[in-house]
């Protein structure tokens, strides 16, 4: 029995009508609580059938929207709608998925924050919407990326650090589905690891990853050391200046006149501006002291 009402067509339990699902497709939603999964059910068992139409996307008979309601008509053997809408690419249709599920009022934080780095991760990678073809350059990566953060920050009205760090989110969970199959579930319901925990535990091996998401705390990361910074001082010797003898510490001392004189004499006057006086009666009396030495020295001193 069809009705075409509303451009939505109701169609009785049948195999052959079901909407295909897309294991891509599927994988972008988080999965629901059990608490939702139940009282889902339990509205449906009431109405006797799926009362909100499920969204296919028409060209590829692919299901877009309601496959928790798909799964729960073909174990009861219930009736559903569809609603069929028309994209022009695979894209289209994700991206329609996506905004789907952002304007959903009963998601939990837990949820949209995987929803949100799903999104941002495939919007930043090589494929995704925020790409276009040519971007072999590290340079256009970045700009491509840094054009991803501030599109779904946009999108979902968060800040730049808050979309990057649920990306990282996101990814994290894809990693430890190895390690523990069930952390998607336990994420969501927000009984489960923390966020940081499931970060840090998809950057541990297989072993510590399982301790960490069993409450223990991730191992220290070593500090990298710095390189000393060589400076001037270092490769003149003006630090172990007092240590020397004195015909080496007077070299020292010249060297460190002569090095003060070169950067001087690279200052354009011109640029001093209203300080230009001061620094030339700054520099006229500093020769004067210098004169009064070198006269000492070469022993002209009266």
Known sequence: MNDQSMGRTERTVNPSAYPLVDPEFAALLPPLTSDQKAGLEKLIVAAGRITHPLAVWAEERLLVDGHNRLEI????????????LSFPSREAAIEW????????????????ALVMGRHYNRTKKPGGSGWRKGHDDQN?????????DERIAEKYGVSLPTVRRNGRLA????????VDPEIEQKVVTG????????????EAGPEEAKAILAGASPAP????????????ADRRGFKRLPLREASERAEAAVMMLETALEGIGDINP????????????????????????TKAWKGDAK
């Open 191 to 202: 009984k489960g690891p923390t966020r940081k925990a499931v970060i840090a535990a998809a």
């Open 270 to 293: 011109e640029r001093l501006n209203g300080e230009r006086q001061a620094f030339a009666e700054r520099l006229c009396k500093a020769a004067h002291s210098l004169n009064r030495m």
């Open 97 to 112: 998925i996506f905004a789907n599920q952002r304007d959903r009022r009963n998601l939990t934080p837990d949820q949209l």
């Open 171 to 178: 990814a994290a969970v894809e990693t430890l589905k190895a």
């Open 221 to 232: 990361k070593p500090k990298r050391e710095k390189a000393a910074k060589e400076t001037l």
């Open 140 to 148: 256009e990566r970045r700009a491509a990326e840094g054009s991803a």
């Open 73 to 84: 008509a073909t174990r009861l053997g219930l009736g559903f709608r569809t609603e069929e």
